[in-house]
């Protein structure tokens, strides 16, 4: 155990940095007994763990002076922010100082430094994004969702393959059912990107179950369902803003009437226990498939709990051998994921 | 008025054909006194005229006696089944026996027949679906939903002016705002497609607003949102099983204990409220732009209240001398449509 490398987190990623992320490291330690390197700067980093209480031996504090903030731009920022928390805690990883790389920051930044510091597994053309759905009792891997606006078919049928060894490795699913996100019924099966796509994936061995529509991908019918980047982040946005709008004209077609607000406040547990289906902190952070090394990006409005949860991921995905998995994958290293 | 042309009714297609068909005809005549061109096998629209007492004056029975079937192959459903109720009323807008053709049948199909027997406007280089998003408090024109799964950017742009017709035509908004849907609001802004239309749209006479997001859609933030057919499919189904997924999640949420159903129960009229702004029968049908006549394609559960809102659009299109203004804006028209 103490010869595990920890999990390097960024405390100066998200918008609630960094209080709520030592929090859900603290937590994380404390319960699952998760060894966590706080990489950011150190004086704000001790402020916030002085406030937890003793300081778990599990966690480390790794100096960085830079922050790179949300709204910097990403390429840039990887580049010349050089002692950021976010290039600081992917040069852990790869130098083997860190099993995993963990933060909820600036998300193109994150991506532009992890390709840039850490390299494509060899054979990997793109890396790729992926949101896990909570949203159903089941868990699937949605991807891409904005790692790559422009896709080639072969690129999906990768996202497919690396999808498929992560809900494996990670997560335990057998043998991961993979779907394709398309249009319609009709004659003409989509895009020609989705149309080739579809041959490559139905010639794989990957256990591809064909088309499903926007309208499934909350419903869990599928471990992994794989699109474009441009249209995976798209759905997500939309199932999001589906989901406030919902949720907002609930609140106000509530407060319309007096007796309407006393029914809504007796229903307030039912309403709090289907809310929780769709929250995305259950789950923590989706990977960033394709690059060499294990890397989580978390939802920039990541609380302590979804870091909790993103650490606790994230060492699963560590002890897992998940990596050497995607490794195996690229074309050409003789073995293919059938998942 | 007497020399207007009808709307030619496809009675025979949709879910709830011909019954819920012909209700929303004999509604819209009575109480519009619009005039509606039954289309179908003329006994069964006959009996189902009877059911609903005295045929009013504004309601003919035009005979076809084929039909094409949901599950039809588009294509091929539209050039072999000359006498279908599809075909019959495209027939009839195409020779100025009717002003209009509404159908809740096959969509396929119709876009199909449609571009067959009407042809495309001179200059338009693909003809659109718009969906009428009537979530929040004001209407926007989302399009393409799926009559292009491949787009150029000239297209999207084509789309936009003709829906911003559409919006200043039939729906009286004066300049009409547009928007594209686009991702994140990181450096790189999109795909290759969306980058490209974004110049042509910045450069147009359109009231270009700029970017929005997936989660903008429901928002009102546009009066048209402009994308291709493939992601604005998905977009509109996606939103649509958001919608079934978290309302069925609040009916089990609110069944698990007795109280919480007595809650619900009270609140009943607020959900109705709200489920209301998610009802696209409120706004019947979205054209079909770019083809040589008005069409309207409703949605295929549209029920007697969702042919009364179509036709009622429908008619006002009619009049309104859109389909004039379409064909002013196809490039070396000289004029351009600002909106």
């Not at 100066?12 to 330690?29: C, L």
């Not at 099993?99 to 930044?109: L, R």
């Not at 494509?120 to 868990?139: C, D, H, N, W, Y």
């Amino acid at each position: 155990m103490t010869d595990e490398p920890p999990i390097a987190l960024d405390a100066m990623g998200g918008d609630n940095a960094p209080t709520e992320i030592v929090a859900g490291a603290v937590r994380a330690a404390k319960e699952l007994g998760v060894r966590v390197a706080l990489v950011g700067q150190p004086e704000e980093i001790v402020a916030c763990l002085a406030r937890r209480g003793p300081k778990p031996d599990t966690i480390t504090v790794v100096p960085a002076s830079e922050v790179i903030e949300m709204d910097d731009k990403p390429a840039q920022a990887a580049r010349h922010k050089k002692d950021s928390s976010i290039v600081v805690g992917l040069r852990m990883v790869k130098q083997g100082e860190a099993g995993a790389f963990v933060s909820a920051g600036n998300t193109g930044a994150i991506m532009a430094a992890a390709i840039m510091y850490l390299g494509r597994i060899k054979g990997i053309e793109r890396p790729t994004l992926v949101a896990l759905m909570p949203l159903s009792g089941k868990l699937t891997a949605f991807l891409d969702v904005g790692a790559n606006a422009d896709c080639k078919p072969n690129y999906l049928l990768q996202f497919a393959g690396m999808a498929s060894a992560y809900m494996r490795h990670v997560w335990d699913v057998e043998r991961p059912k993979v779907a394709l996100l398309n249009i319609g019924e009709e004659e003409a099966k989509g895009s020609t990107l989705a149309q080739e796509a579809y041959e490559l994936l139905a010639g794989s061995d990957l256990n591809f179950i064909g088309n499903v529509e926007g309208g499934d991908v909350p419903t869990g019918i599928a471990d992994v369902i794989v699109t474009d980047g441009f249209t995976g982040n798209v759905v997500i946005k939309t199932m999001e803003g589906m989901a406030d709008f919902i949720m907002g004209q609930l609140r106000v077609a509530i407060k319309s009437r007096p007796w309407y607000a006393a029914a809504g406040l007796a229903l307030m547990p039912a309403f709090n226990q289907m809310r929780k289906k769709l929250d995305y902190r259950e789950y923590g952070a989706g990977p960033l498939l394709g690059v060499n090394g294990l890397v989580f990006i978390g939802h920039g409005r990541s609380d302590a709990r979804a870091i909790y949860s993103a650490l606790r991921v994230a060492r699963e995905a560590a002890q897992s051998g998940m990596l050497e998995a995607l490794r195996e994958i690229a074309p050409g290293r003789g073995k293919g994921e059938a998942g």
